[in-house]
């Protein structure tokens, strides 16, 4: 089965702190996504990469960055969280080609004050 | 970006009763996808539907993509009660490395 796995979560930071949130996945896969979950709102694509060391914005990039030094890992960075930051954060991984499957980790419930 | 129109946006049922979702686009897409999220919990992919007109079952789940491309429909029959959740469509257009659409989910709440 393929496993999508983030670090944590539930997560409380302050306002103006860095936050990393971790994702790992264990299926080779190409593609890595982060998405964030507000009610009213859906999914929304942050952030995505194709490959280590590629990256490609998304639909709602700002404030947030990504690294992927690896293939099996890809990050979310806050640089410097704040309070409308607070959402429910899912990271999600699949295999390149035209009709693949996106599989998607637990998620991780962050809150800012 | 674009999302996809999904509806009902909720659903109040009786336990036993078949359930029918559906999502539709103004555009294109290569590849649908059903997942099913429940609370604090991140999606699960229930069916995923690859060519125009297939029809895939999965348990008590049945899922079509529509001819025309443009939308597909989930349809749960002899609903239980473990059938609680939010049902999200997803759509993908290219190689897959330009993510989902997603449509805004299905609440689906079952009364015993």
């Known amino acids: 089965d393929v496993k999508v796995t983030q670090s944590s979560r539930y997560l409380v930071k302050r306002t103006g702190e860095k936050v990393f949130l971790e994702c790992v996945q264990d299926?080779?896969?190409?593609?890595m996504f982060w998405y964030r979950q507000d009610p009213g709102l859906g999914l929304r694509l942050i952030y995505f990469?194709?490959?280590?060391?590629?990256?490609e914005k998304g639909d709602i990039p700002e404030g947030y960055s990504v690294s992927r030094e690896k293939k099996e890992r890809f990050s979310l960075i806050l640089e410097s969280a704040s309070t409308n930051q607070t959402s429910m954060y899912l990271c999600?991984?699949?295999?390149?080609?035209?009709?693949?499957?996106?599989?998607f980790g637990q998620g991780t419930r962050l809150t800012v004050v | 970006g674009q999302q996809l129109n999904q509806s009902p946006q909720s659903m109040f049922i009786q336990e036993g009763e078949d359930v029918s979702m559906n999502c539709t686009s103004s555009?294109?897409?290569?590849?649908w996808l059903w997942y099913k999220q429940d609370p604090g919990e991140g999606p699960v992919l229930l069916i995923a539907?690859?060519?125009?007109?297939e029809l895939t079952s999965n348990g008590r789940l049945t899922a079509q993509f529509g001819i025309t491309r443009k939308d597909s429909f989930l349809n749960i029959s002899a609903s239980i009660p473990s059938d609680v959740g939010i049902y999200f469509c997803?759509?993908?257009?290219?190689?897959?490395?330009?993510?989902?659409?997603f449509g805004k989910g299905t609440h689906l709440i079952i009364q015993p």
């Open positions: 999600a991984s699949s295999p390149y080609g035209l009709n693949t499957e996106a599989f």
């Open positions: 299926m080779d896969h190409e593609n």
């Open positions: 990469s194709y490959d280590v060391k590629m990256k």
């Open positions: 555009s294109i897409f290569n590849t």
């Open positions: 539907l690859y060519k125009a007109g």
């Open positions: 997803a759509g993908q257009k290219g190689g897959g490395a330009d993510g989902l659409t």
